[in-house]
């Protein structure tokens, strides 16, 4: 697809999920007195909003597959880090409403993270070092004894296709404090929404659930391992050109 294309499909793109953006923010607001759930769910069309638009404008595409996998039960889900692309997507195609951990600073932006403020997410300040793994932990447990699930990134920040960052073991620390399984995924949404790119390239994104691994008789760094091993191994099926 031509340059020009691409650059004019991917500025309508950011102009539509801007003032979608403010829009929906301003209905989150009107949302708030509403339960928990309906909060969610409000607020996450959104999400579907832009995945289809994605489609629509960038021919952006994706398919999941091994969804199967997903537990009944409490889950932690451990992703793989390209884009924002997954962390639109994750959030309405999950089986349970999805807990994200992440930076503070996320709430200071303007709409955006006012309207993430409204949901039951864990935000952390990194310069409190253990006692911020601790509040995860904290809340960890209580969202997911209300039935939701935490989902982390482990690599930490977004990793340009190809390559593969140094896996942290919060995620694993959080499922043996809590019981939990962990839930590996793998994906390339990097090649469609590249890290720090304003172009948008048309493709398919697959989106791929390992099987739960239980946290029991495992530590974070053995059991983290084993959820880098099938990370790193599935990458080089849904993205076998770039590894």
Wanted: hydrophobic share 45%; net charge positive.
């Amino acid at each position: 697809m031509r340059t020009a294309t691409l650059f004019l499909r991917s500025l309508l793109f950011t102009i539509v999920m801007v003032v979608a953006t403010v829009v929906w923010a301003c209905i989150c607001f009107l949302a708030a007195p509403f339960p928990y759930n309906t909060r969610f769910f409000i607020t996450s069309r959104w999400n579907v909003f832009i995945i289809w638009c994605a489609k629509v404008i960038c021919g952006i595409r994706y398919e999941v597959r091994g969804y199967e996998n997903l537990p009944d039960g409490p889950a932690i889900l451990l992703s793989k880090h390209q884009s924002a692309c997954e962390t639109i997507f994750m959030l309405p195609n999950m089986k349970r409403p999805l807990v994200y951990v992440f930076k503070k600073e996320i709430l200071y932006i303007p709409f955006f993270g006012w309207g993430m403020a409204l949901l039951r997410m864990i935000p952390i300040d990194r310069k409190q070092g253990k006692n911020a793994f601790a509040q995860v932990v904290r809340h960890g447990k209580r969202r997911l004894a209300d039935g939701q699930w935490i989902i982390m990134f482990p690599e930490g920040t977004r990793i340009p296709v190809g390559q593969k960052g140094k896996y942290k073991s919060g995620g694993t620390r959080l499922a043996i404090e809590t019981g939990a399984v962990v839930v590996p995924i793998a994906h390339n949404s990097g090649e469609c929404w590249p890290k720090n790119s304003f172009i948008k390239r048309p493709g398919l994104i697959t989106v791929s659930i390992g099987k739960p691994i239980s946290p029991e008789n495992h530590t974070p760094d053995s059991l983290m391992q084993e959820v880098e091993n099938w990370i790193e191994s599935e990458m080089r099926v849904v993205s076998p050109h770039a590894y």
